[in-house]
């Protein structure tokens, strides 16, 4: 019997072969009931459905395909590539999701325990736990009634929105085109929405209508935004409100800040006015429907 020196001597000779990898699992269909082996691929322009499925490995969506996880469990990495898209429900992924300059990921009533990388692509998340950081670059981030556990992080965001939220981190919004809605959420940590455009609205009725109240156990600092109209209301800070060089000055009322609130949000405590938005509360689109509805190209979304 060869000792495990001898036997890796050989291999590194190339008297004994290689121990063989498994090759991954092709899906360009669909998937029922079964544990694969090791990783699984979806190729590129074709799509696969898997219900209750598990996959111990990763699993790599190619560019342009679709895949469609129900009641399933990824332990590897979920990678989607150039245009492509995933629809998860109902299931766990254990490692860390990326995207590629791909279409988006829908995830749903889902567990993300090692959050997510959008490297270009739209992520919407509704009802789901998500255990780590969601940190876009150039993407669309959208993330509702569910449980957060780590940082939100977009740079160059078309729009980056927190609604009915309980968040654990910091929440930095930089340079999102059509700016940062967020709302009826409690976030343990810092709000920053810095150099960006569009809506900025931290709680209140408009423009953005049904925004309620948050709870902010941190602090919040606008900073340096140049948008349609920025709006802080009925909130409940902990930390302070700072405000510097935001364009127009924010308006606001109905919030209490046990922080001291400064710069241009000197006077958006409890008693202060809220000013006339800059636009039409009415002219506002739906910011949920606008990303369903570029999801609803490729996905099965109400």
């Excluded at 940190?135 to 729009?159: C, K, N, P, R």
């Excluded at 902010?216 to 209301?233: R, S």
């Amino acid at each position: 019997m060869l000792s495990c020196v001898a036997v890796a001597t050989l291999l590194a000779v190339g008297l004994l072969p290689a121990p063989s990898q498994a090759q991954a699992t092709v899906c360009t269909d669909s998937l029922t009931g079964v544990s694969v082996n090791g990783d699984l691929e979806v190729p590129a322009g074709e799509a696969c459905v898997l219900t209750n499925v598990v996959v111990p490995g990763s699993v790599t969506v190619g560019a342009g395909a679709d895949l469609f996880a129900i009641q399933s469990s990824i332990s590897g990495a979920l990678t989607l590539g150039s245009s492509a898209f995933a629809q998860v429900t109902g299931s766990t992924l254990s490692t860390r999701a990326g995207l590629v300059d791909a279409f988006g990921l829908l995830v749903e009533n889902s567990t993300l325990s090692a959050g997510i990388d959008v490297d270009g692509g739209l992520f919407f998340s509704t009802g789901t736990n998500i255990s780590s950081s969601v940190v876009s670059d150039g993407g669309w981030t959208f993330i509702e009634a569910g449980q957060m556990s780590g940082d939100v992080l977009t740079i160059g965001d078309e729009a980056t929105d927190l609604v009915d939220v309980s968040m654990s981190g910091l929440f930095r919004v930089t340079s999102a085109t059509n700016g940062s809605v967020v709302c009826r959420s409690t976030v343990s940590g810092r709000i920053e929405v810095i150099s960006s455009g569009g809506l900025i609205q931290i709680g209140g009725d408009q423009p953005a209508p049904d925004c309620g109240s948050n709870l902010v156990n941190g602090e919040i600092l606008l900073d340096g935004n140049n948008a349609d109209d920025i709006v802080v209301a009925n909130n409940l800070i902990f930390g302070n409100l700072i405000c510097v060089d935001n364009t127009p000055a924010p308006s606001g009322s109905g919030n209490e800040v046990n922080g001291n609130a400064t710069g241009q949000c000197a006077e958006l405590g409890a008693t202060s006015l809220l000013a006339e938005p800059l636009t039409d509360p009415a002219s506002q689109p739906d910011r949920r429907q606008a990303i369903l509805q570029v999801l609803a190209q490729r996905g099965n979304v109400e």
